[in-house]
């Protein structure tokens, strides 16, 4: 049995100040899903160079696949990273779509600073009830915690849902009331994985319902919304992995004009996941198209940690307009 460990004594900190600070200066916190060495570090070192605060995020399963002890120490690590790298930037340890009290509560026992519980496909009684309680145990660890209200379409850790519901504005400020959670996940037309929307050629993506986040920022005046399913899916990405072998058809994201709408809104968190793992990937895919006699990891996990470190600072300065505010 592993001792419990309180985030502090990692080094990181919770959402609460990054939450503040992105809503008064009207830009958005990244919030990168990792599973690995190379992605961290492509995280870190992206978001040091741009200096931007940044959530760094992890599912259930990511947790597992990593190992939850290392895990631990591979934030610490970031941690310290960071300051090496001559930037003290803020860091938080998100558990991402945590789906029980006990996954939230073993993350919080072990380091992290901020956790999901993602009730959203429960009716709506279940997930306040459940998003309360894992709210009373992370506050009193002076821990975070973001719930979710309306469905997103796409796969998400393992369970996947063909179609999105839209967040209902006019239950909002209840389920905050009841919850008493720190952030709100809704769903305005984001939607999880890299195939978000179906498009015809020539077709335009679907706008995302502007008119469902300010009514539901109306509801609930300066309080932290969130956005699951934010990724662009960068089609510079998407055709360097169809060219060299891969066979992504129908992907396509959120564009970037909207993304950045969102975030001078009461947008102040993105979630990206889906832009990183093209990033990595197409790079990967290149190198081993062009030395298929290739066969050292860090030969090829080497350019793809670096094509990360190159898409975090863009998203940072040009969608999330984090660079420059830690
Ligand atoms: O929304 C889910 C994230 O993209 C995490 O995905 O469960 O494959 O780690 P994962
Ligand atoms: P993307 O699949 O769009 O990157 O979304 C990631 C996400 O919402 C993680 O929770
Ligand atoms: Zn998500």
Do not use: W
């Not at 003290?88 to 026992?109: N, T």
């Not at 994985?193 to 077709?203: L, N, T, Y």
């Not at 895919?285 to 940690?305: H, Q």
Request: hydrophobic fraction near 40%; glycine fraction near 8%.
């Amino acid at each position: 049995m592993n001792p419990t460990t309180h985030y502090t004594d990692l080094g990181l900190v919770n959402t609460k100040e990054m939450f503040q600070k992105a809503l008064e200066g009207q830009y958005a916190v990244p919030a990168y899903n990792f599973n690995n060495m190379e992605q961290l570090q492509g995280i870190i070192l992206g978001c040091v160079e741009s200096r931007s605060p940044v959530i760094l995020q992890v599912s259930g399963s990511a947790r597992k696949y990593a190992n939850p002890t290392l895990l631990r120490y591979m934030a610490k690590g970031a941690v310290q990273m960071a300051k090496d790298a001559g930037a003290g930037i803020p860091i938080a340890l998100h558990l991402d779509h945590g789906d029980s009290f006990e996954l939230a509560k073993s993350c919080i026992d072990s380091g992290f600073s901020s956790v999901m519980l993602d009730g959203s496909h429960h009716p709506f009684d279940e997930n306040a009830a459940i998003t309360r309680q894992v709210v009373e145990y992370a506050h009193e660890r002076d821990v975070t915690v973001e719930g979710e209200l309306g469905v997103l379409a796409g796969v998400e850790d393992e369970v996947s849902h063909a179609v999105s519901h839209y967040t209902k504005p006019e239950e909002v400020e209840e389920f905050v009331a009841r919850t008493g959670a720190d952030s709100l996940a809704i769903s305005i037309g984001t939607s999880h994985g890299a195939c978000k929307f179906k498009v015809k050629p020539g077709e335009k993506v679907p706008a995302l319902r502007f008119d469902i986040l300010e009514e539901v920022a109306r509801k609930v005046p300066g309080y932290p919304i969130v956005l699951h399913g934010a990724s662009t899916v960068v089609p510079e990405y998407v055709r360097m992995i169809n060219d060299f072998g891969g066979k992504m058809e129908d992907a396509v994201g959120i564009p970037e004009e909207q993304l950045r709408r969102a975030a001078g809104s009461a947008v102040c968190k993105i979630n990206i996941d889906s832009d990183g793992r093209l990033a990595m990937t197409a790079v990967i895919r290149r190198i081993f198209a062009e030395n298929p006699s290739e066969f050292d990891p860090r030969k090829y996990l080497g350019p793809a940690r670096e094509e990360l470190i190159k898409m975090v600072k863009l998203k940072n300065e040009k969608v999330l307009g984090s660079a420059g505010k830690a």
